[in-house]
């Protein structure tokens, strides 16, 4: 195994910056071999020729590598403080301080799904002989319905929009039911202002085309003929200097509308994509159109809002006892 501080060729990691990777050499040249001094090369030179094989090889999208990169960056952290090797008994150490520090399952989960696929590259490329995850069994995750707003109350949003970009933001986020991040990187050419459908780029860098709402498009129009900023980049939404508009723009601008529109639950961007699920399915929308409008890989995922809509589940089962002849009385 190998222990933290240590690079190949190079000083302490804390005293230089990892070398600039050269893709197309990496992709040209043998695997590395195994040597007694190869297991022990240093983590964040390893670390970033990792993220580069993520980023270049399998096409993950930035915001899923900066993730990659936290979750591992945070374990080496600990590990150099540690002074003990990437082992499996340590790494269990590592998860149990974790949960010591209140962490969330969900977090724990992803934070050793991270760390696996580090360390399975490794052995892959022959840095490692053995994988230090392997036999820990993922934390019990807990079951969370999502938290989403009525019908009503995402009209009250709207309402209280006092801008055409705000108004415009909401309409997409609900309307369309994209992910801040899907919104934020969204160019003013993947709408379809004839078809009134837009092209957005999701998880794994997978694009999918989904349907927009009158309201929503006349949301969009306004906005662009109200706005005044100028535009150094293709950007549907940009800031007062014209750079694109960030994340966290997005949440403020969302709870800012929240509070105006009287609402008092928790919430975030992400609440007006539960809400557009629930609200698909309990109008009678089926499960696999809603699957492929949010771009859910696994219907699995999608199954979840079916909890959350008990009507769609009520239609669902007297539709099958009607098919079988049995429908129940009322």
């Given at each position: ?6 690079r ?17 050499s990496?992709?040209?040249s ?6 007694p001094?190869?297991?022990?090369a ?8 990792y ?13 899923t ?20 090797d990437?082992?499996?008994?340590t ?9 010591c ?39 019990q ?7 989403v ?21 909401v309409e997409?986020?609900?309307?369309a039911?994209?992910?801040v ?7 003013v ?23 927009v709402?009158?309201h ?8 662009l ?29 969302v ?26 399915l ?49």
């Amino acid at each position: 195994m190998y222990k933290p501080g240590e690079r190949r060729g190079v000083g302490n990691h804390a005293d230089s910056a990892p070398a600039p990777v050269n893709k197309a050499s990496k992709r040209n040249s043998p695997a590395p071999q195994m040597t007694p001094d190869r297991p022990r090369a240093g983590l964040y030179r390893t670390l970033e020729d990792y993220l580069d094989f993520l980023y270049a090889e399998r096409g993950l999208s930035t915001n899923t590598v900066k993730a990659y990169r936290s979750d591992i960056c945070a374990f080496i952290v600990w590990l150099t403080a540690d002074g003990g090797d990437a082992n499996r008994q340590t790494l269990a150490r590592y998860l149990k301080d974790l949960r010591c520090r209140k962490q969330k399952s969900s977090s724990i989960a992803r934070t050793l799904s991270s760390l696996r696929g580090w360390f399975s590259w490794q052995r892959s490329v022959r840095l490692l002989e053995e994988d230090p995850s392997e036999g820990l069994e993922n934390p019990q995750r807990e079951k969370r319905l999502p938290r989403v707003l009525s019908e009503a109350e995402v009209l009250s949003m709207i309402a209280s929009a006092g801008t055409a970009r705000d108004r415009a933001i909401v309409e997409l986020l609900y309307g369309a039911g994209l992910r801040v991040s899907e919104l934020t990187n969204l160019d003013v050419r993947d709408v379809n202002f004839t078809q009134g459908s837009l092209r957005c780029t999701g998880k794994g860098s997978k694009e999918r085309i989904v349907p927009v709402g009158s309201h929503a498009i006349s949301a969009i129009r306004l906005y662009l003929e109200e706005c005044s900023t100028p535009r150094h980049s293709s950007a549907m939404f940009s800031d007062r200097s014209g750079k694109r508009l960030s994340r966290l723009v997005v949440w403020q601008v969302v709870k800012r509308l929240a509070r105006k529109a009287g609402i008092t639950k928790s919430l975030s961007p992400h609440t007006l994509r539960h809400s557009f699920a629930t609200h698909l399915l309990e109008r009678g929308a089926d499960l696999r159109v809603v699957q492929e409008l949010l771009g859910h890989s696994n219907v699995v995922t999608t199954q979840l809002y079916t909890h959350v809509s008990r009507g769609h589940l009520r239609r669902v089962y007297e539709n099958a006892q009607s098919q079988l002849g049995n429908t129940p009385s009322t």
